[in-house]
C-alpha cells in the first residue's frame, strides 16, 4: 500500500522507501521515516497535497508525490 | 569562549537565545525564522553566544543549514547547546545523536518544561543524562527557568561519555575508521563523525574516503539489503526509541485544540476564503479604518507644526533660506512619512501575530497545490507575507527554500508584494483619489501583486526557471497564542527603524530636493519652481512617465525615481516639490489647487502606484537580492525585468482607466485587445512546445536546460 492512498485517521507501518532523488531520501529518513515507524495521517491540505502526518511524536507535511513512492502496511 | 545554539528549527533557539543574552532576536512560529547567524555575549559572562538556523540533522538540504553545519566545523565553538524541543523528544534528539558524534562539548537544554505537565509527559533528567551520555538541563526558555543552572553548566569542563550507538559491527568498523584517520593524521578533529560519515558514503566528505575504508564498508554492506544512509539512520532512530523508553513517560492528554482550529482554517470549502478574508483585514484595518482615521489628525499636527517652527525661525531673524530649508524641506519631506505610522503600527501588529500564532505554516499548506503548478513551492508564500512587512527580511527568509529555482524566483517576486514603506504610497494615492473606498483599493493592489506574481512565475517557469521541483517537507507547528511581550518588542523595533530611516535617509533626500528645487543651474535662490534644477532633471526624462500619466510630470518623474532611495521616499519628495508650488498658507495638501499633482486623476494615481509597487525596490532591497542571487548579471536582469514589467503594467492601467473615466472605451475596444492578447499567448505558447518537440530526439535532451 502507498502512503498517499491512506484516509485521515488511518495509523500505518513504513516498510521502504521507493525514493530515488538523494536528497529528498536522505531528508525523510532525517525527519523520522524509517523502517517500521508508524505513522497516523492527520490532515489534508484543502486541495488534496501536501499531507499531513503524525509520527514520533510531532507532525510533518509532505507532498504527494513523494508519499506515493513509501510503501507501507496499513495497521489501523 | 565560543558558545553554539544548535536545534530542530522551531525549538525555541531565539527565544532562548534572547533569554541568555537579553537581545531582542525575532521570534516566531514557523521553521526558519533564524536565517543568518546571530550573536551576543551570555549575560554577567564575556562568552560569545552564536545563535544558528535551525536544522534537523547534520546533512544540510537548504542554505540556511548549511550556514548552521559550515559554522561548527569551520569556527570550532568550545561549547554546543544543544536545544531539544521536549515535546518532540524523539525528533530532536536524532540531531543529537549526530552532535555527540563530534568532539565537542554538547550540552542538551530540554525547552518547554513549562508545557510538559499539561502534555502529560514526564521526563526522567538523570536517567537521559545516563543514556545520552552527556549533561542535561530542564528549561523554559519562555518562562526563563533553568537558565542560569544552564550558563554555570557552559563553565564545567565535564567530559563526554560516549554511548555506542549502532551494532556491533558498525561500532567495530568505526572504530577501525578512526584509527585509519587518526595513523593519517594525528591532529583529526571529530573522527568519529567523519566515519560515519565515510560509511554512508557522503560525497562531501570525499577527501577522506580512501580504497581501504570503501573496501572494509563495502564488505560489511552485504549484510544488510539497503544502503547505510537509511541503515545508519534507522538505528540512531532505534537507539533514541530505547533511550525514550527508559527515560520518559506519556500520560496522552487530550489536546485537540491545534486539531479543531485546523478543521477551520484547513477546512476544504472555506480555508481559502478565510485565507482572503485575513489577508484583505490586515491591509483593510491599516489603510482603510486606522488610515482615514489618523490620516487628517496627523496632517494638521502637522501643519500647526511646521507654522509654528516657521514664525518661530521668523521671529528669531534667520533668513529666508534657512526657514524655508528648514519649512518646506526638512519638515515637509520627514512629516509627509512619518504621517503614515499609525497605519505602519497595525500592519506591522498584524504579520507579527500571522508569524507566531502558527497560521503562517498553514498559509504554506495551503497554497503548496497552487504555487506547485506555477512553479513556486508553498514555502514561497512565507517570503510574500514577510514582505508585506519589509521585502529584505522577506528576500532573506527564501533560504527556506530547497530548490535552486523556486528560490531564485521567488528572490525576484517577493519585492511585488506591497512592502509597509509602499504603504504611505497606496495610502496617499488611495485616500485622496479613492475617499471612502480607499480600504478597498488598497486591498485590490495588494491582491493585483498577487495576481501578477502568479502570472510572472507561471511565465518564468515556463521560460527560465525549468528545474523546480515536486517535494514538500515541512513541519506542521501546534498553534500558540500571542506572547504579547514579544510582539509588542516586534512591532516598537519595526516602527522605530522605520522612524530612523525617516530621520537619516528621507532627512538627507528631502534636504537635497529642497536644494534642487530652490536653486537654478546658476545658484539663482528662489527662482520659479519651473526654472529649478530639478524641474529641468525631471523634464529631461518625464517622457519616460508620459504613458502611464498622460502628461509630461517632472514632479511625478522624479519623485519616483527617488523610490529606489526608499519608497517611501516618493511621498516625501511629492511634499516637498508640492510645499513649493502652493501659495503659502494653504496647508500641506499635496493634491492641492496649483501644485504640479493637481492633474492627477483617478487613473494616472492608481497607474502610478502600480508602477511604483513593480518597479526595483529599494536599495536596500536590490542589496538583498544581490546577496540571494550571488552574481550582478542576474540581479541586472531581475532589476530590469522589474521595471520593464511596471512600466508596461502601469501604462495599461492608465490607457484603460483614463477611457473609463472620459467614457470612450467601448467593449468592442476591450474585444479587440483581449483577442490581440489571445494571439500572442497561442503564439508564445506554440514557439515553447516546439522547442519542447525538437529536444525529444536530442541526445542530450535529459542533462540540457
Known sequence: MKLSKLKVGQEAKVIKLNIKEKETRRHLLDMGLTRGVVVKIKKIAPMGDPIDIELRGYELCIGKSDLSKIEVEVIK | MKVALVGNQNSGKTTLFNCLTGMNAKIGNWPGVTIERKTGTIKGTNYEIVDLPGIYSLSPYSTEEEIAREYIFK?????????????????????????????????????????????????????????????????????????????????????????????????????????????SDSKIRHSRFLSVKLIEEDERFDKYQTQEIKHMTGLLAKKYDTDFEEIIATQRYNFIEKVREKTVIYKPVKDDLSDKLDKIFLNKWIAFPIFVVIMFLV????????GS??????????????????????????????????????????????????????????????????????????????????????????????????????????????NLDEREMTTMLTPFIPCSAKLPIIALFSGYFFKENSGLVSASLYFFAIAIIIISAY???????????????????????????????????????????AGSVI????????????????????????DSMLASIGKSISWVFYPILGENNWGATVSAIQGLVAKEQVVSSMAVISG????????????????????????????????NLFSAPCFGAIGAMKRELGSNKKLLKVVCFQTFLAWCLATVTYQI?????????????????????????????????????????????????
Open chain 2, 293 to 402: 482615521n489618523t490620516v487628517d489628525m496627523v496632517s494638521n499636527i502637522m501643519d500647526s507644526f511646521s507654522e509654528w517652527v516657521g514664525n518661530t525661525l521668523q521671529s528669531i531673524g534667520t533668513s529666508e533660506v534657512i526657514n524655508s530649508l528648514v519649512v518646506d524641506g526638512i519638515i515637509a519631506g520627514v512629516g509627509a512619512v512619518l504621517g503614515f505610522v499609525p497605519q505602519l503600527i497595525i500592519l506591522f501588529l498584524c504579520i507579527a501575530l500571522l508569524e507566531t500564532t502558527g497560521y503562517m505554516s498553514r498559509i504554506a499548506l495551503l497554497l503548496d497545490r497552487v504555487f506547485r503548478k506555477i512553479g513556486l513551492s508553498g514555502k514561497s508564500l512565507i517570503p510574500f507575507i514577510v514582505g508585506s512587512g519589509c521585502s529584505v527580511p522577506g528576500i532573506m527568509g527564501t533560504r527556506i527554500i530547497e
Open chain 2, 459 to 501: 511565465i518564468l517557469s515556463k521560460l527560465v526557471f525549468k528545474n523546480t521541483s515536486n517535494t514538500y517537507i515541512s513541519e506542521l507547528p501546534e498553534y500558540k497564542l500571542p506572547n504579547i511581550k514579544y510582539i509588542a518588542k516586534e512591532v516598537w523595533d519595526k516602527v522605530i527603524a522605520f522612524i530612523k530611516r
Open chain 2, 657 to 705: 482607466g483614463s477611457r473609463i473615466e472620459n467614457g470612450t472605451l467601448h467593449l468592442a475596444d476591450i474585444l479587440v485587445i483581449i483577442a490581440i492578447l489571445l494571439i500572442i499567448y497561442l503564439i508564445v505558447k506554440n514557439s515553447i512546445n516546439k522547442k519542447k518537440d525538437k529536444c525529444i530526439n536530442c541526445p542530450y535532451s535529459d542533462s540540457c536546460k
Open chain 2, 283 to 290: 491591509y483593510y484595518l491599516s489603510v482603510g479604518i486606522i
Open chain 2, 75 to 183: 569556527e570550532k565553538p568550545d561549547v554546543i547547546i544543544n536545544i531539544v524541543d521536549a515535546t518532540a523528544i524523539e525528533r530532536s534528539l536524532y540531531l543529537t545523536t549526530q552532535l555527540l558524534e563530534l568532539d565537542t562539548k554538547v550540552i542538551v537544554a530540554l525547552n518547554m518544561a513549562d508545557i510538559l505537565e499539561k502534555k502529560g509527559i514526564k521526563i526522567d533528567e538523570k536517567n537521559l543524562e545516563e543514556e545520552l551520555g552527556t549533561k542535561v538541563c530542564k528549561i523554559s526558555a519562555l518562562r526563563e527557568t533553568g537558565i542560569n543552572k544552564l550558563i554555570s553548566e557552559i563553565k564545567k569542563g565535564d567530559k563526554l561519555k560516549r554511548k555506542p550507538i549502532y551494532d556491533v559491527e558498525i561500532e567495530y568498523l568505526i572504530s577501525t575508521i578512526q584509527g585509519i584517520l587518526h595513523s
Open chain 2, 580 to 611: 513649493f508650488s502652493e501659495e503659502v498658507g494653504e496647508g500641506s495638501q499635496i493634491f492641492g489647487n496649483n501644485t504640479i499633482f493637481s492633474s492627477f486623476t483617478a487613473a494616472s494615481a492608481y497607474a502610478f502606484m502600480i508602477f
Open chain 2, 507 to 530: 532627512l538627507i533626500c528631502s534636504i537635497v530636493i529642497w536644494f534642487l528645487l530652490s536653486f537654478s543651474f546658476n545658484f539663482e535662490y528662489g527662482v520659479d519652481i519651473q
